[in-house]
């Protein structure tokens, strides 16, 4: 479940709303109780920090945030730790980047702690480690990051609880605008999700894309308003209105969906359109040959987006080069590419098991601006 920070602190005084706190983990002692196992991704570290640095939530720059979650991560965790040890449970703070939800081993590493957490009976709570991020290396949102831990953890539901009731099918201060109760099709919203609260970071966009990564790794999302006496269960058991943004039927593999939806682009390729439109037909993998433009940098390993010449995105893949390596190869296609770079390498760029062909249940990403790309025949 994730926790928006607007729950968390009191929006006047910037202090932890310590009677939130006690429902909360009354009602997480109550899922635990009935067998459900509970992984808590919470916000509030930047907003209980403010005060101490003698910041405003709507003035504060990257740097007074970075020093205010450090200043409010003892306080939003000490405030879990002492309501849990009433409520007779141990809780642990898993801090991640950027870096440890992309990069794989990173990925695996942080699962294994979350796992041995759960095990262990102990509420992991998780959070981005602000202090240390910027903002081109940063997730940004706690909503996408805890889709991400819900796909890590393979789990059945991620409940976002929030300060309003749902998602709203216009902006919610509009006059007739009308709770959404089931969305299948997150793409069908984005267009009416501007905006957040005073304290908030993504608003519903973040919301709608976390939603969109946990459907397609089999999970069910639940948006519902935290403001009340049993905020999770009773949205997990049906008992008030709430958004509920359903899971495909047929999940993406483990290794597809973390390849697939992912938080940042790395860097991207313009494929020639021949080429593009053999895609899973009759071609399953990228040649250094079919390339027409690259946007880096990006290195060996990293997770690229495919676009076809019109900008549409068609595929995502882990590539086998890093951009330098890539033009190299695609701007030589008569030469050995083991002349080229100097190791044996067939001169695959993305290769078939590393490559994920987008399906309708994506929500695709804008290309980037066109002057990023650089042309292979440029020389
Ligand atoms: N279509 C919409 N439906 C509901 N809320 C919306 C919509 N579009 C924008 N919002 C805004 O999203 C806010 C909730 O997101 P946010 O402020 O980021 O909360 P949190 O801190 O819980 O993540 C609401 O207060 C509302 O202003
Ligand atoms: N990591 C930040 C919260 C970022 C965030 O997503 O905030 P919110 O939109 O309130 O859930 C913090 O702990 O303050």
Same mark, same amino acid.
């Given at each position: ?19 939130? *706190? ?72 898993v801090l991640v980047t950027l870096q440890d939800m992309?990069?794989?081993?990173r990925?695996?590493?942080t ?15 998780v959070n981005e480690n ?9 997730v ?5 990051l805890?889709?991400?831990v ?206 994920? *062909? ?22």
């Open positions: 479940m994730k926790i928006g920070s607007s729950l968390l602190a009191n929006p006047d005084l910037l202090t932890p709303r310590w009677a939130f *706190i006690q429902r909360l983990l009354e009602d997480i002692t109550k899922l635990r109780n009935d067998g459900y196992e509970v992984v808590l991704c919470s916000s509030g570290a930047v907003a209980l920090g403010l005060n101490m640095l003698g910041e405003k939530p709507e003035t504060a720059g990257l740097r007074d945030k970075q020093a205010a979650a450090a200043c409010g991560m003892p306080l939003l965790l000490n405030a879990y730790k002492q309501v849990a040890h009433e409520f007779g449970f141990d809780i642990a703070q992309e990069e794989r081993k990925f695996l590493n699962k294994n702690t979350v796992h041995r957490l759960l095990q262990g009976d102990i509420l992991p709570i602000d202090s240390i991020t910027t903002e081109e290396i940063r940004g949102d706690n909503d996408r805890a889709a991400k819900a796909q890590m953890i393979q789990a059945d539901h991620l409940v976002i609880l929030t300060c309003i009731d749902g998602l709203y099918d216009r902006n919610p201060e509009e006059e007739g605008a009308q709770l959404v109760e089931e969305v299948s099709d997150v793409s069908e919203y984005i267009a009416v999700t501007d905006g957040t609260s005073s304290l908030g970071s993504g608003g519903m966009l973040t919301k709608m894309q976390a939603a969109n990564m946990a459907q397609n790794a089999g999970c069910t999302t639940l948006i519902a308003n935290g403001e009340h006496e049993e905020p999770v269960s009773s949205v997990l058991y049906g008992q008030r209105k709430h958004t509920k943004c359903i899971a495909h039927t047929k999940p993406a593999s483990a290794w597809a969906a973390w390849l697939t939806d992912r938080l940042q682009v790395a860097g991207s390729l313009v494929i020639r359109d021949d080429v593009a439109k053999k895609l899973s037909k009759e071609i399953d993998h990228i040649r250094h040959e079919d390339i027409k433009s690259i946007q880096g940098p990006y290195v060996k390993g990293d997770v690229i987006h495919v676009y076809d010449e019109h900008g549409e995105e068609i595929a995502r893949g882990m590539t086998n080069f890093s951009s330098e390596e890539t033009m190299v190869l695609a701007r030589h296609p008569e030469m050995p590419p083991k002349d080229l770079l100097g190791y044996q390498t067939g001169g695959t760029v993305i290769s078939r098991e590393n490559l994920i *062909i987008l399906e309708d249940r994506h929500l695709l990403w804008d290309s980037p601006k066109e002057e990023t790309f650089v042309e292979v025949s440029d020389t």
